[in-house]
């Protein structure tokens, strides 16, 4: 009896900021989102099981490692085996969708508003699943760019015709978006597919945070001031900052300057949805939001009974 009475005292008191939540997404004038890795993971972008079993088991068998993540750390011998490795690894994360519609979900809540995303995100999940490039900051770069691994200059590339010759030239097939595993598959790419600096003749590399040879090119600068922009022209409204699976990484980036600007902002409001890692310090617990739940999970109970118009 005691711990059903627990289980109906915590549901409504979930269901409650399920309320609240709904609530504060009316009156806001303005969202910021702050999204990390575990929006993602919540959409079913995960990086071992059966998605990493999938398209990258002869690296398993070869190499030994069983997850995406390591793959992507391993000192492979020649340019051929790192490209055949990345190549794949960028396709399945960056060009093929999610496999749950959650990033959908969300812009549905919000597209009516004034809004801004600021991710750690490379995945470019935004922007297909329909938010504007002018109110996205990508932070930490995307999976779709190239940049001179030196690097000797600012620009960047779009890679998405380089990726896929990359990926068919192992043996995958492309068939509306997704990649198709055939019988004949090899770990490498021909040494004429790899991408080199058009100014220097160096490879290139992703635009990922990666260290200091990462390029912050015109493009990133741009959005930057767009997110300042929105940021100061909103600061004495009702702005609500939407934290979505961010975790202890790099929270200078986003949790530290939410909970700042929630202190900061007289009509701010603060929501943290990650399973796990919801937390608000007390200084702002009177004006924040936290559910440690799967975000899929919240999302969908938000827009279970009202749709926002």
């Not at 260290?211 to 090119?217: I, K, L, W, Y």
Request: with cysteine; net charge negative.
């Amino acid at each position: 009896m005691f711990s059903k009475m627990r289980m109906k005292k915590s549901m409504n008191n979930y269901l409650d900021k399920i309320d609240l939540i709904k609530e504060k997404i009316k009156e806001a004038d303005a969202i910021v989102i702050g999204a990390g890795a575990g929006l993602s993971t919540s959409a079913g972008f995960t990086y071992s099981g059966s998605r990493f079993e999938k398209y990258f088991s002869d690296f398993e068998q070869k190499y030994g490692f069983s997850d995406m993540y390591s793959g992507g750390f391993y000192p492979y011998e020649t340019l051929e085996e790192h490209w055949g490795y990345w190549s794949r690894y960028i396709f399945v994360n960056r060009y093929m969708d999610a496999p749950k519609n959650l990033y959908s979900k969300i812009y549905d809540l919000v597209k009516e508003k004034e809004y801004f995303v600021l991710t750690t995100n490379v995945d470019h999940c935004f922007q297909k699943a329909g938010f504007s490039k002018e109110r996205l900051f990508y932070t930490q770069g995307d999976y779709g760019l190239f940049q001179c691994s030196s690097p000797c200059h600012t620009e960047t590339y779009d890679n998405k015709e380089a990726i896929e010759k990359m990926v068919r030239s192992q043996g995958f097939e492309i068939e509306n978006g997704e990649l198709i595993v055939t019988d004949s598959i090899k770990s490498s790419i021909p040494a004429e597919l790899i991408p080199v600096c058009p100014k220097c003749g160096k490879p290139m590399s992703m635009n990922l945070r990666a260290d200091a040879t990462f390029v912050e090119d015109e493009g990133w600068h741009e959005a930057s001031k767009r997110y300042t922009n929105f940021l100061n022209e909103h600061v004495n409204q009702k702005v609500l900052f939407l934290e979505l699976g961010v975790g202890y990484n790099t929270p200078g980036i986003i949790k530290y300057p939410f909970w700042q600007m929630t202190k900061a902002f007289p009509q701010a409001n603060y929501i943290c949805l990650n399973k796990g890692e919801a937390y608000v310090p007390a200084e702002i617990v009177k004006k924040s939001i936290c559910i440690n739940e799967d975000i899929d999970r919240v999302i969908e109970d938000i827009m279970k009974e009202e749709k926002y118009e």
